[in-house]
T-cell receptor
C-alpha cells in the first residue's frame, strides 16, 4: 500500500515568508509525528498527534511554528516569517497506534535564503 | 536534550565483516527501536525491542538491551555494501501523562566498503 507522502519534496523560500508543509499519513494510522533534521544531525522532535489532538506541543521551536491535523488524516506544518535557521529537512511519520513502529515519509527539504 | 546517543558516530568496515553500533539512553523506557536512513530518504524501521526483552533477532540483525546499564547494541552480521546508511536508535516514553515522545539519537554513519 501507499506509504507516508510529504509535499513539497523541496521548498526554497525567502526569509520572512510563510511556508506550509503537508503530510499524508498511511490510511488508518492514528498517530502522526513531525521531526526536523538538520544536516548531519539527528532528529529533533517537533510535535505528535493522536487523532486530531496534539497532547505535546513542547517541541515546536517557537511560536512561528504551528501544526494541525484534520479528519485524523492529513497534517500541515506551518512556519511563519521563516528564518535562515529554519532550513532543514522536515520529516513526517505515522504509526498504527502510539508505541508502534513509525513509517516515515521522504521529507521536505526547506531552504530559507 | 537527546535521550539516545549512538556510538561510534562513524564506522567504516569491509564487506563481509560484522558491524556493531551502541546506544545509551538516560531515562526509563517502554521500548527501544532501531531505524536506518539512506542518504536523502526517510527513516526505515528495523527492529523493536521491549523493555522486558534482552535480545532479539531479525535476519542479519541482532539487538540486545540492557536496562540496568540503559544501553542497547545493534549487530549487523556479514555486512554488505547495501548496508551503508545511518543507523539511529529511538527510545519512547511518556511525560506529563499522555505526552508521548519518541526520541532519536544523532546516529551512526556506517560505511561498508566493497
Amino acid at each position: 500500500g501507499a506509504g507516508v507522502s510529504q509535499s513539497p519534496s523541496n521548498k526554497v523560500t525567502e526569509k520572512g515568508k510563510d511556508v506550509e508543509l503537508r503530510c499524508d499519513p498511511i490510511s488508518g494510522h492514528t498517530a502522526l509525528y513531525w521531526y526536523r533534521q538538520s544536516l548531519g544531525q539527528g532528529l529533533e522532535f517537533l510535535i505528535y498527534f493522536q487523532g486530531n489532538s496534539a497532547p505535546d506541543k513542547s517541541g515546536l521551536p517557537s511560536d512561528r511554528f504551528s501544526a494541525e491535523r484534520t479528519g485524523g488524516s492529513v497534517s500541515t506544518l506551518t512556519i511563519q516569517r521563516t528564518q535562515q535557521e529554519d532550513s532543514a529537512v522536515y520529516l513526517c511519520a505515522s504509526s498504527r497506534k502510539t508505541g508502534s513502529p513509525l513509517h516515515f515519509g521522504n521529507g521536505t527539504r526547506l531552504t530559507v535564503t | 536534550s537527546q535521550q539516545g546517543e549512538e556510538d561510534p558516530q562513524a564506522l567504516s568496515i569491509q564487506e563481509g565483516e560484522n558491524a556493531t553500533m551502541n546506544c545509551s539512553y538516560k531515562t526509563s523506557i517502554n521500548n527501544l527501536q532501531w531505524y536506518r536512513q539512506n542518504s536523502g530518504r526517510g527513516l526505515v524501521h528495523l527492529i523493536l525491542i521491549r523493555s522486558n526483552e534482552r535480545e532479539k533477532h531479525s535476519g542479519r540483525l541482532r539487538v540486545t538491551l540492557d536496562t540496568s546499564k540503559k544501553s542497547s547494541s545493534l549487530l549487523i552480521t556479514a555486512s554488505r555494501a547495501a548496508d551503508t546508511a545511518s543507523y539511529f536508535c529511538a527510545t519512547d516514553g511518556y511525560s506529563g501523562g499522555s505526552n508521548y515522545k519518541l526520541t532519536f539519537g544523532k546516529g551512526t554513519l556506517l560505511t561498508v566498503n566493497p
